[in-house]
């Protein structure tokens, strides 16, 4: 019998949730989401000790105010690792605008224009890459924007039915909900243990899988960060799955028949909903989860983004 992780390619796009190459090049995903958590786990490992050396001796020779040299050489550095992942797999790498300009718009288009300049300065077309903004108003208004410029958009940091609406709304083309933060937040908060059928972060991707089909929104639903096998075979039939590497590899042994749960064929009416920013912003609000989650994972990737910039200060210094 097929593994679950061949039976979950059959009917949903798998991308890995990694920038371990050799872990990409075992598993063969057909695309790769990157965030700055895991461009600074793939910096320390050996394979990108060139990348490094390069970056700093690049950014020795810049001149200008030094803060804005360590930005740039900390950006070249993840660019190095969206560049390696490319060369292994067929589809899109995910590159993350940064944490800190979540609240700014038009940093945000900059940004993402800027690392489209810089993969096409590597000859890779931006047809490759997805710019990965946080779905917060800014953030999702800048993704409109990006959409119109043909640069492809991955909304992240999703948490509610309000985010999912208004980047169907932005023609964003692709949305990342994180079903297993969903999880932990109600497991913290109720004190009870889900099911994968009773999870509050399945159900809440099965809701936004079923209103974009059943309207004919052709964003792409990615359900993200999951925190056990079940989750993801609870959602298989979702349009892309982005998964860990321990999980894939459990899945690439588990044997049984794998049920396909979600289906465009099964979707059920869903009024087609439009937001303003005002109400976009009311219905978060009142969303505890999803304004925690969201506030939390921000914080979260800005932490590691300052600490990828701290690394290039030391190696820049004693370079």
């Keep these: 019998m097929t593994s679950k992780l061949d039976q979950l390619r059959e009917m949903t796009t798998v991308v890995a949730d990694t920038g371990d190459i050799e872990a990409v090049a075992r598993l063969k995903p057909v695309d790769c989401t990157t965030n700055p958590t895991i461009v600074l786990k793939a910096l320390g490992t050996p394979m990108f000790a060139d990348a490094v050396k390069e970056a700093v001796s690049w950014g020795k020779s810049q001149t200008g105010d030094q803060k804005a040299v360590v930005a740039a050489v900390a950006d070249r550095l993840a660019i190095s690792v969206g560049a390696a992942l490319v060369k292994l797999v067929p589809g899109r790498v995910s590159t993350e ?7 700014d718009t038009e940093a945000s288009i900059a940004k993402g224009r800027a690392i489209i300049a ?9 047809d490759r890459i997805l710019i990965k903004l946080a779905s917060t108003w800014e953030g999702i208004r800048a993704a409109e924007v990006l959409q119109k410029e043909g640069i492809d958009c991955n909304l992240t940091l999703l948490f509610s039915m309000a ?3 208004a980047c ?6 692709l949305i990342s909900p994180f079903v297993g933060r969903i999880m932990d937040w ?4 109720t004190g009870e243990d889900y099911t994968s059928e009773t999870d509050p972060g399945v159900l809440s991707v099965r809701a936004i899988y079923n209103y974009y089909k059943a309207n004919g929104i052709k964003t792409i639903v990615m359900g993200a960060s999951f925190r056990n096998a079940g989750e993801i075979e609870a959602l298989a039939g979702c349009d892309r799955l982005t998964i860990s590497p321990a999980l894939l590899e459990e899945l690439s042994k588990a044997e049984g028949t794998l049920e ?11 009024p087609l909903q439009t937001l303003d920013e005002k109400t ?7 969303d505890a989860m999803a304004t925690e989650k969201l506030s939390e994972g921000i914080r ?7 600490a990828l910039r701290s690394i290039v200060e030391k190696e820049l210094a004693a370079a």
């Design 168 to 173: 169907a709304e932005a023609k964003a083309f």
């Design 280 to 286: 976009f912003r009311w219905q978060l609000n009142e």
């Design 118 to 126: 810089a993969y096409e300065e590597r000859g890779i077309s931006r």
């Design 186 to 189: 109600y497991k913290k908060s």
């Design 97 to 103: 605008v940064d944490a800190d300009l979540s609240f």
């Design 260 to 270: 396909r749960k979600l289906s465009p064929d099964t979707s059920t009416a869903a």
């Design 163 to 165: 985010q999912a609406v």
């Design 300 to 306: 979260a990737f800005a932490k590691d983004l300052q």
